[in-house]
């Protein structure tokens, strides 16, 4: 008998046929020396896979720019022997009967000066700014945007080269296309500053970019946020108009899936209405959506990050959402990092067998 039976059926994604509604949130972990993934990331994800998750979304992977990188221990997506270990990675996840995409990443003002693969380099923000009156590093010039935009999109081919289903944007949290997105950190008077939804201008080049690299039938995700790391009770869009105004042009891109990340998945995003922000986001696009942030378990993620363990929490309420359609797709983070056969425990109903989480492993916000 199954367990859940919504959250274990298929779903189809652009063609791809994911095998059930859980994906594995990325982390980060760095634990790739030099940016290059080793055996034990094969490891790490194929056991994922084994354990029953249906996708997986890598930790976040930078882009071939020097300002990129935060931290020289994560895992770059450009470079030949890190290219080369993810295809390792890819075909493990394979083998172990899961499907993988790497989360395309630039860590913008919250990288660190003198910091990541390439210490010399400037960190860049579009407005020079890491929050509201902080300023960080250098104001990206629109050679910086092009640049930046075509090595996304050089790690979306890239990423379809070695053999990965799809690829996720890191559009979320405060980094860098998220700073674009967010007025206190784009002060910007050109195209790519203005209203909310002319802030979207350099996702919107970063997916098209990435569309006519890989055609029509490679599935692309978004990440985005209305909370930053910066300002966790941060609100771009403060009502479903703003939200639809905001996301129609990622959609009129290309964009084929939105993976919104909350703190707390059961919280609504807008008073008057129980749906949270991938309910709101399907809703007023059409578009498949990835829901996120505390499942299965009892803390919140900030919480988690400052030392504090979660036990294992139930699941039914999630799962009403889901068989209502809210969503689509179930994002797993710290659950799925203390237990990788979470997914299988759950579907056979070895509640008792699940793990609390401790902060043992390092992560941060992917």
Known sequence: MTNYPALFSSFTLNGLEIPNRIVMAPMTRSFS???????DVAAYYRRRAEGGVGLIITEGTTIDHPSASMDDKIPDFHSKPALDGWKRVAAEVHEGGGLIMPQLWHTGSMRFEGSGLNPDASTLS??????????VGKAMTKQDVTDIADAFAKGTEAAREAGFDGVQFHGAHGYLIDTFFWEGTNERDDEYGGALEERTAFAVEIIEKARAAVGKDFPLIIRISQWKQQDFEHKM??????????????VDAGI?????????FWEPEFEGSDLNFAGWTKQLTGLPTITVGSVGLSGEFVAGMGGESSQAAPIDGLIERLEKGEFDLVGVGRALLS????????????????????????????
Do not use: V
Not at 256 to 264: P, Y
Not at 345 to 362: P, V
């Open 33 to 39: 020396p030099g940016g290059h993934p080793t055996e």
């Open 339 to 366: 237990d990788p056969g979470w997914a299988n425990k759950i579907r056979a109903g070895n509640f008792d067998q699940l793990k609390a989480f401790e902060r043992d492993h390092m992560m941060s916000l992917s």
């Open 126 to 135: 579009p407005s020079g700014l890491k929050y509201p009156g902080k300023e």
């Open 256 to 264: 084929d899936c939105f993976d919104c990340s909350t703190r707390r």
């Open 237 to 250: 869009a403060t009502d479903p108009e703003k939200l639809k105004a905001f996301l129609k042009p990622m």
